[in-house]
DNA sequence: TCGATGACTATAG
DNA sequence: CCTATAGCCATCG
C-alpha cells in the first residue's frame, strides 16, 4: 500500500465493510469518518479509489434518498443494480425498495 | 497555494 | 415531483 490517504483508506474500510444484501448512504459514512455531511468527498474518493486499483462493492453506497445516483457515474452503471438485486436488494427505477430497512449505519454496527 | 469540481444533503418555491 | 440555491470539504491540475 503506497501510503494510501487515510480518508480514502477509511471509506475503503466501511464500504468494504457494508454486509450483502444492505446499503448504506454517502452522509452516514460521512458522518462516521467525521467529515460531518460532506457526503461528496465519500462518492468521490470511492470513485478514484475504484478506478485506481481498489475493488469496492461501491454499488452498496447510495444517497441519502436511497436513489442509486452512482449508477449513473460506474461503468457499467446497469449492472449496480443488477448486482444489489443479486444481493436480496430490489432495486426500481435506481431506488432501493424498502430502503430505511436495508439501511446499514457503519457507526450503529461498529 | 489557489481555483474548480463533484457518486451529497437540506431547504425552499 | 421537479428545479433552484446554499453549504459542505477532500482531491486534482
Sequence with gaps: MPAPQNFAYKVAEVVALI?????????????YLGTGMSARMVGHVLGKSIEGHTVLPAHRVVNAQGLLTGAHAFP???SMEDRLAQEGVA??????????????DPARHL
Excluded: E, K, M, Q
Design 76 to 78: 457499467p452503471a446497469h
Design 19 to 31: 454486509p450483502p444484501g444492505r446499503v448504506s448512504t454517502y452522509g452516514a459514512i460521512a458522518n
Design 91 to 104: 432495486v426500481i427505477d435506481n431506488r432501493v425498495v424498502d430502503f430505511g430497512r436495508l439501511f446499514w
